[in-house]
Protein backbone atom coordinates (compact mmCIF):
# COMPACT_ATOMS: atom_id res chain seq x y z
CA UNK A 1 0.00 0.00 0.00
CA UNK A 2 1.69 3.13 -1.15
CA UNK A 3 0.73 5.71 1.69
CA UNK A 4 4.58 7.11 1.40
CA UNK A 5 7.14 8.04 -1.21
CA UNK A 6 8.67 5.58 0.43
CA UNK A 7 7.11 2.54 0.30
CA UNK A 8 5.85 3.87 -3.39
CA UNK A 9 9.44 3.45 -4.62
CA UNK A 10 9.79 0.25 -2.83
CA UNK A 11 6.80 -0.91 -4.65
CA UNK A 12 7.79 0.35 -7.93
CA UNK A 13 11.52 -1.08 -7.82
CA UNK A 14 9.94 -4.96 -6.93
CA UNK A 15 6.78 -5.15 -9.46
CA UNK A 16 7.95 -2.44 -12.17
CA UNK A 17 11.89 -1.72 -12.24
CA UNK A 18 13.64 -5.03 -11.07
CA UNK A 19 13.82 -8.32 -12.16
CA UNK A 20 11.94 -10.98 -10.71
CA UNK A 21 14.00 -12.77 -8.36
CA UNK A 22 12.57 -16.37 -9.68
CA UNK A 23 13.22 -15.83 -12.80
CA UNK A 24 16.74 -14.56 -12.67
CA UNK A 25 17.57 -17.74 -10.83
CA UNK A 26 16.11 -19.34 -13.97
CA UNK A 27 17.87 -17.17 -16.52
CA UNK A 28 21.27 -17.97 -14.74
CA UNK A 29 20.51 -21.66 -14.48
CA UNK A 30 19.62 -21.77 -18.24
CA UNK A 31 22.59 -19.44 -18.99
CA UNK A 32 24.98 -22.15 -17.28
CA UNK A 33 23.58 -24.84 -19.60
CA UNK A 34 24.22 -22.83 -22.20
CA UNK A 35 27.46 -22.21 -21.90
CA UNK A 36 27.73 -26.46 -20.83
CA UNK A 37 25.96 -26.81 -24.20
CA UNK A 38 29.12 -25.02 -26.19
CA UNK A 39 31.68 -26.41 -24.66
CA UNK A 40 30.33 -30.34 -25.97
CA UNK A 41 30.83 -29.04 -28.97
CA UNK A 42 34.50 -28.68 -28.13
CA UNK A 43 35.54 -31.99 -29.37
CA UNK A 44 33.91 -31.47 -32.89
CA UNK A 45 36.59 -31.26 -35.76
CA UNK A 46 34.77 -28.05 -37.69
CA UNK A 47 34.37 -26.19 -34.08
CA UNK A 48 37.21 -24.66 -31.84
CA UNK A 49 37.86 -25.77 -28.68
CA UNK A 50 36.47 -23.61 -25.66
CA UNK A 51 38.69 -22.14 -23.43
CA UNK A 52 36.00 -22.25 -20.35
CA UNK A 53 38.06 -20.09 -18.12
CA UNK A 54 38.10 -17.59 -19.89
CA UNK A 55 34.40 -17.77 -20.45
CA UNK A 56 33.01 -14.27 -19.67
CA UNK A 57 29.55 -13.44 -18.12
CA UNK A 58 29.44 -9.50 -19.04
CA UNK A 59 26.45 -7.15 -20.14
CA UNK A 60 23.68 -5.95 -17.86
CA UNK A 61 22.17 -8.94 -16.74
CA UNK A 62 25.68 -10.08 -15.45
CA UNK A 63 26.50 -6.26 -13.96
CA UNK A 64 22.94 -6.84 -11.99
CA UNK A 65 21.58 -3.31 -13.24
CA UNK A 66 19.51 -4.57 -15.89
CA UNK A 67 15.37 -3.46 -15.79
CA UNK A 68 12.08 -5.34 -16.66
CA UNK A 69 11.44 -7.05 -19.08
CA UNK A 70 14.18 -10.11 -18.90
CA UNK A 71 15.23 -9.96 -23.09
CA UNK A 72 18.54 -10.52 -23.27
CA UNK A 73 21.10 -12.15 -21.77
CA UNK A 74 24.75 -11.84 -22.71
CA UNK A 75 27.70 -14.00 -22.84
CA UNK A 76 31.11 -14.13 -24.18
CA UNK A 77 32.12 -17.68 -25.23
CA UNK A 78 36.55 -18.09 -25.38
CA UNK A 79 38.05 -20.02 -27.65
CA UNK A 80 41.64 -21.27 -27.66
CA UNK A 81 44.59 -19.81 -29.67
CA UNK A 82 45.87 -22.58 -30.74
CA UNK A 83 45.08 -26.21 -32.38
CA UNK A 84 47.52 -28.99 -31.57
CA UNK A 85 50.95 -26.89 -31.96
CA UNK A 86 49.97 -23.89 -33.99
CA UNK A 87 49.09 -20.68 -32.33
CA UNK A 88 46.68 -17.89 -33.81
CA UNK A 89 48.47 -14.31 -33.69
CA UNK A 90 47.14 -10.95 -34.08
CA UNK A 91 48.31 -7.70 -35.56
CA UNK A 92 46.74 -4.11 -35.30
CA UNK A 93 45.99 -2.36 -37.77
CA UNK A 94 44.21 1.27 -37.06
CA UNK A 95 40.63 0.90 -36.29
CA UNK A 96 40.68 -2.83 -35.95
CA UNK A 97 42.74 -6.27 -35.41
CA UNK A 98 43.46 -8.98 -37.77
CA UNK A 99 43.82 -12.75 -35.94
CA UNK A 100 46.70 -14.52 -38.55
CA UNK A 101 45.13 -17.78 -39.49
CA UNK A 102 46.36 -21.34 -39.32
CA UNK A 103 45.68 -24.67 -40.92
CA UNK A 104 42.33 -25.21 -38.68
CA UNK A 105 41.03 -22.15 -39.69
CA UNK A 106 41.96 -22.68 -43.42
CA UNK A 107 40.58 -26.11 -43.66
CA UNK A 108 36.97 -24.90 -41.89
CA UNK A 109 36.96 -22.48 -44.29
CA UNK A 110 37.15 -19.80 -41.90
CA UNK A 111 39.65 -17.10 -43.57
CA UNK A 112 38.49 -13.89 -45.72
CA UNK A 113 38.94 -14.53 -48.77
CA UNK A 114 42.70 -14.14 -50.17
CA UNK A 115 43.72 -13.43 -46.85
CA UNK A 116 45.09 -15.60 -43.99
CA UNK A 117 42.83 -13.04 -41.55
CA UNK A 118 40.60 -15.52 -39.40
CA UNK A 119 37.03 -13.88 -40.37
CA UNK A 120 34.76 -12.71 -37.63
CA UNK A 121 31.58 -12.55 -39.18
CA UNK A 122 32.94 -16.30 -39.86
CA UNK A 123 33.06 -17.31 -37.18
CA UNK A 124 29.61 -16.22 -35.68
CA UNK A 125 27.73 -17.95 -38.52
CA UNK A 126 29.97 -21.34 -37.42
CA UNK A 127 29.24 -20.56 -34.00
CA UNK A 128 25.43 -20.31 -35.22
CA UNK A 129 25.74 -23.66 -37.59
CA UNK A 130 26.66 -24.91 -33.93
CA UNK A 131 23.70 -23.71 -32.14
CA UNK A 132 21.05 -24.56 -34.53
CA UNK A 133 21.63 -28.44 -33.50
CA UNK A 134 20.55 -27.70 -29.94
CA UNK A 135 17.59 -28.79 -29.18
CA UNK A 136 15.99 -26.40 -26.26
CA UNK A 137 16.11 -23.51 -28.47
CA UNK A 138 14.19 -22.30 -31.24
CA UNK A 139 15.88 -20.11 -33.80
CA UNK A 140 19.56 -18.83 -33.89
CA UNK A 141 20.81 -16.29 -36.08
CA UNK A 142 23.28 -13.32 -36.45
CA UNK A 143 22.80 -10.51 -34.71
CA UNK A 144 22.00 -6.94 -35.69
CA UNK A 145 25.44 -5.51 -35.29
CA UNK A 146 27.22 -8.19 -36.66
CA UNK A 147 28.92 -8.89 -33.71
CA UNK A 148 27.29 -11.54 -31.93
CA UNK A 149 24.73 -14.49 -32.48
CA UNK A 150 21.33 -14.47 -31.08
CA UNK A 151 20.14 -17.77 -29.47
CA UNK A 152 16.47 -17.50 -29.17
CA UNK A 153 14.75 -20.11 -26.38
CA UNK A 154 11.78 -22.65 -26.80
CA UNK A 155 10.59 -22.32 -23.49
CA UNK A 156 11.59 -18.74 -21.90
CA UNK A 157 11.20 -15.22 -23.17
CA UNK A 158 14.86 -14.28 -23.16
CA UNK A 159 17.37 -14.41 -26.05
CA UNK A 160 20.97 -15.39 -25.60
CA UNK A 161 23.44 -12.41 -27.11
CA UNK A 162 26.68 -14.91 -27.56
CA UNK A 163 29.78 -13.25 -29.04
CA UNK A 164 33.02 -15.36 -29.69
CA UNK A 165 36.47 -14.21 -29.04
CA UNK A 166 39.85 -14.88 -27.66
CA UNK A 167 42.07 -13.84 -24.71
CA UNK A 168 45.46 -12.29 -25.66
CA UNK A 169 49.09 -12.69 -23.95
CA UNK A 170 48.07 -9.03 -22.93
CA UNK A 171 45.23 -9.43 -20.97
CA UNK A 172 42.64 -8.39 -23.50
CA UNK A 173 39.98 -9.87 -25.19
CA UNK A 174 40.14 -10.14 -29.18
CA UNK A 175 35.59 -10.21 -30.78
CA UNK A 176 34.27 -9.61 -33.71
CA UNK A 177 34.41 -5.50 -34.76
CA UNK A 178 31.31 -6.13 -37.15
CA UNK A 179 33.36 -5.51 -40.27
CA UNK A 180 34.98 -9.09 -40.72
CA UNK A 181 37.80 -8.55 -38.65
CA UNK A 182 38.61 -8.05 -34.92
CA UNK A 183 38.67 -4.97 -32.10
CA UNK A 184 39.63 -5.50 -27.94
CA UNK A 185 37.70 -5.33 -25.31
CA UNK A 186 37.63 -6.27 -21.62
CA UNK A 187 34.17 -6.17 -20.04
CA UNK A 188 35.74 -7.29 -16.62
CA UNK A 189 36.86 -3.85 -16.01
CA UNK A 190 33.49 -2.59 -16.44
CA UNK A 191 31.40 -5.57 -14.07
CA UNK A 192 34.03 -5.02 -11.52
CA UNK A 193 34.08 -1.22 -11.57
CA UNK A 194 30.24 -1.46 -11.11
CA UNK A 195 30.70 -4.05 -8.07
CA UNK A 196 33.57 -1.44 -6.30
CA UNK A 197 31.51 1.62 -6.57
CA UNK A 198 28.05 0.09 -5.54
CA UNK A 199 30.45 -1.65 -2.37
CA UNK A 200 31.40 1.96 -1.75
CA UNK A 201 28.13 3.27 -1.67
CA UNK A 202 26.68 0.38 0.85
CA UNK A 203 25.16 -1.90 -1.88
CA UNK A 204 22.53 1.00 -2.59
CA UNK A 205 23.87 2.35 -6.05
CA UNK A 206 22.12 -0.61 -8.74
CA UNK A 207 18.66 0.61 -7.36
CA UNK A 208 19.53 4.08 -8.15
CA UNK A 209 21.24 2.79 -11.43
CA UNK A 210 17.51 1.11 -12.52
CA UNK A 211 15.67 3.58 -11.90
CA UNK A 212 17.57 6.06 -14.17
CA UNK A 213 17.15 3.51 -16.87
CA UNK A 214 13.74 3.07 -16.80
CA UNK A 215 13.32 6.50 -16.62
CA UNK A 216 15.28 6.68 -19.44
CA UNK A 217 13.59 4.04 -21.72
CA UNK A 218 10.01 6.11 -21.27
CA UNK A 219 11.58 8.32 -24.06
CA UNK A 220 11.02 11.52 -22.85
CA UNK A 221 13.59 12.60 -24.89
CA UNK A 222 16.68 11.01 -26.81
CA UNK A 223 17.15 7.65 -25.12
CA UNK A 224 20.88 7.80 -23.95
CA UNK A 225 22.33 3.89 -24.70
CA UNK A 226 22.24 1.91 -21.60
CA UNK A 227 26.19 1.49 -21.57
CA UNK A 228 26.96 4.99 -21.43
CA UNK A 229 24.42 6.13 -19.14
CA UNK A 230 25.59 3.85 -16.58
CA UNK A 231 29.09 4.87 -17.11
CA UNK A 232 27.84 8.35 -16.41
CA UNK A 233 25.96 7.09 -13.48
CA UNK A 234 28.97 5.42 -11.94
CA UNK A 235 31.56 8.78 -12.90
CA UNK A 236 28.34 10.71 -10.66
CA UNK A 237 29.05 8.15 -7.79
CA UNK A 238 32.89 7.65 -7.97
CA UNK A 239 33.27 11.19 -7.52
CA UNK A 240 30.93 11.37 -4.31
CA UNK A 241 31.60 10.46 -0.34
CA UNK A 242 29.48 7.71 0.99
CA UNK A 243 26.38 8.86 2.81
CA UNK A 244 24.84 8.09 5.98
CA UNK A 245 21.44 6.94 4.68
CA UNK A 246 20.50 6.44 0.63
CA UNK A 247 16.92 7.30 -0.13
CA UNK A 248 15.79 6.02 -3.74
CA UNK A 249 13.87 9.62 -4.59
CA UNK A 250 16.30 11.89 -3.43
CA UNK A 251 19.20 9.52 -5.10
CA UNK A 252 17.16 9.85 -8.64
CA UNK A 253 16.61 13.39 -7.33
CA UNK A 254 19.75 14.44 -6.99
CA UNK A 255 21.16 12.21 -10.57
CA UNK A 256 18.68 14.47 -12.61
CA UNK A 257 20.72 17.19 -11.94
CA UNK A 258 24.01 15.78 -11.92
CA UNK A 259 23.27 14.09 -15.75
CA UNK A 260 21.53 17.61 -17.02
CA UNK A 261 25.00 18.82 -16.67
CA UNK A 262 27.44 15.77 -17.34
CA UNK A 263 25.98 15.32 -20.31
CA UNK A 264 27.60 18.15 -22.42
CA UNK A 265 31.12 16.80 -21.26
CA UNK A 266 32.97 13.63 -22.57
CA UNK A 267 32.72 10.10 -20.92
CA UNK A 268 35.94 8.06 -21.22
CA UNK A 269 35.70 4.38 -21.91
CA UNK A 270 36.37 2.79 -18.57
CA UNK A 271 38.72 0.24 -20.59
CA UNK A 272 40.49 2.88 -22.16
CA UNK A 273 40.00 1.19 -25.55
CA UNK A 274 36.91 2.86 -27.56
CA UNK A 275 37.65 6.63 -26.58
CA UNK A 276 34.91 9.21 -25.59
CA UNK A 277 31.70 7.45 -25.49
CA UNK A 278 29.69 10.45 -25.45
CA UNK A 279 29.04 10.86 -29.53
CA UNK A 280 25.75 13.12 -28.64
CA UNK A 281 25.64 16.47 -31.05
CA UNK A 282 25.56 19.35 -28.79
CA UNK A 283 21.83 19.64 -30.26
CA UNK A 284 21.11 16.56 -28.83
CA UNK A 285 22.98 17.35 -25.75
CA UNK A 286 20.66 20.18 -25.12
CA UNK A 287 17.53 18.07 -25.33
CA UNK A 288 18.86 15.61 -23.24
CA UNK A 289 20.08 18.06 -20.24
CA UNK A 290 16.80 19.84 -21.21
CA UNK A 291 14.49 16.22 -20.00
CA UNK A 292 16.87 15.73 -17.45
CA UNK A 293 16.64 19.73 -15.99
CA UNK A 294 12.62 19.55 -15.45
CA UNK A 295 12.66 15.76 -14.25
CA UNK A 296 15.21 17.62 -11.54
CA UNK A 297 12.73 20.19 -11.07
CA UNK A 298 9.51 17.96 -10.83
CA UNK A 299 11.59 16.00 -8.47
CA UNK A 300 12.97 18.54 -5.95
CA UNK A 301 8.96 19.79 -6.09
CA UNK A 302 8.08 15.99 -5.11
CA UNK A 303 11.39 16.36 -1.88
CA UNK A 304 9.21 19.60 -0.75
CA UNK A 305 5.93 18.15 -0.80
CA UNK A 306 6.85 15.00 0.59
CA UNK A 307 7.15 16.50 4.17
CA UNK A 308 3.79 17.92 4.28
CA UNK A 309 1.38 16.16 1.75
CA UNK A 310 2.57 12.61 0.97
CA UNK A 311 -0.04 12.10 -2.28
CA UNK A 312 0.95 14.82 -3.93
CA UNK A 313 3.98 14.14 -3.42
CA UNK A 314 3.36 10.84 -4.96
CA UNK A 315 1.49 12.16 -7.62
CA UNK A 316 4.53 14.11 -8.60
CA UNK A 317 6.78 11.21 -8.86
CA UNK A 318 4.26 9.85 -11.02
CA UNK A 319 4.25 13.01 -13.61
CA UNK A 320 8.53 12.17 -14.11
CA UNK A 321 8.07 8.11 -14.04
CA UNK A 322 4.57 7.32 -15.65
CA UNK A 323 1.46 5.95 -14.58
CA UNK A 324 2.91 2.77 -13.40
CA UNK A 325 4.37 4.19 -10.74
CA UNK A 326 1.96 3.40 -8.01
CA UNK A 327 -0.71 5.26 -6.96
CA UNK A 328 -1.51 6.99 -3.33
CA UNK A 329 -3.49 4.00 -1.10
CA UNK A 330 -4.78 4.97 1.76
Not at 230 to 252: G, Q
Request: charged share 30%; aromatic share 12%; glycine share 4%.
Amino acid sequence: MANTVNTAFSEFLRDKVNLDSAQTMTARTSRDNLISNITDFSDDADFFNVYTERNLKFGSFARRTKIRPLDDIDLMICFTATNDEERRTYTEGNDFVYINGIEFDSKNSLLTSGTNYLNSTKVINRLISKLSELHDYSKAEMHKNQEAATLQLKSYTWNFDIVPCFYTVDGVYLIPDGSGNWKKTDPRVDNERTTEINQKHKGKLLDVIRLMKYWNERKVTIRISSYLLECMILSVYERLDEKANYWADWELRDLFNELSNDIYYSVPDPKGLQGDLNTFSWADRNKISSALTNAYRKAKEASSLETTDQKAAINKWREILGTSFPEYTD
